[in-house]
Structure formats: C-alpha cells, structure tokens
C-alpha cells in the first residue's frame, strides 16, 4: 500500500494517524491493512456502511495487540458493546469480524473445509 499514510491521513482518526506514523517502516503496511479491515468490520456491523464517518471511531492494530475498540465519537459508554475478532483464513488474507454484544462469552470457531 504506497499510499497508506496519505489513505490514513484522510479517514482513519488522530490516535490511529499518530500510531501508524509511530510504527516501523517494515510494520506499516500490516499495521494499515489491520487497522482498515477492523474499521471496515465496524462500520458493517454497525448497519451505516461507508456512511459512518471512519475518523469518529478508534481500533486498536499494533503487532500482538488484542483487536479492540477504542473509541466512538459520542458513544464512549457503548465502546464494551463491540467485539473484534481476526479472522485466520490464510497468510496472505488479513480479516476481521465486529459483533456487537454484551455477551462477554462469545467463541468465534473455525469450520474445517
């Protein structure tokens, strides 16, 4: 992704901008796709698709760091609503799931071909 600080700079938010500008050279592109792929998982499961403004909400992306929510601009006490899940389907697919659920037991299994 050669543009993904210009990409980032125009939708994703200030802490994700300025953790992305933080990160390795050589860590940048995943961090991007993983930080792309959970906010495409939000806004989805949120039913408002590419309507909700990307900059109004925060996911976590760094290497080994739990996939969560951060942020919601205006819904700071419904951030422990959301759930994100990466979903592994192959080495070079970077996927992601957001549930929206009080249910702090949800499993997330993987069906065998």
């Known amino acids: 992704v050669p543009d993904a600080f210009e990409i980032a700079q125009r939708y994703f938010s200030t802490k994700e901008n300025n953790e992305l500008a933080q ?3 050589h860590e940048t592109e995943i961090f991007f796709l993983n930080c792309w792929t959970r906010k495409e998982a939000f806004i989805k499961a949120s ?3 590419l309507s909700y403004p990307l900059a109004d909400f925060s996911v976590s992306f760094g290497r080994g760091i739990k996939p969560e929510v951060l942020w919601i601009k205006g819904e700071e006490n419904k951030i422990s609503e959301w759930k994100l899940y990466d979903i ?3 080495p070079d697919y970077i996927t992601s799931l957001a549930i929206r659920s009080t ?3 949800i499993v997330i299994k993987k069906l065998k071909p």
Do not use: Q
């Open 103 to 105: 249910n702090k037991n």
């Open 23 to 25: 990160s390795e050279m």
């Open 88 to 90: 592994d389907i192959d």
């Open 47 to 49: 039913g408002d698709g």
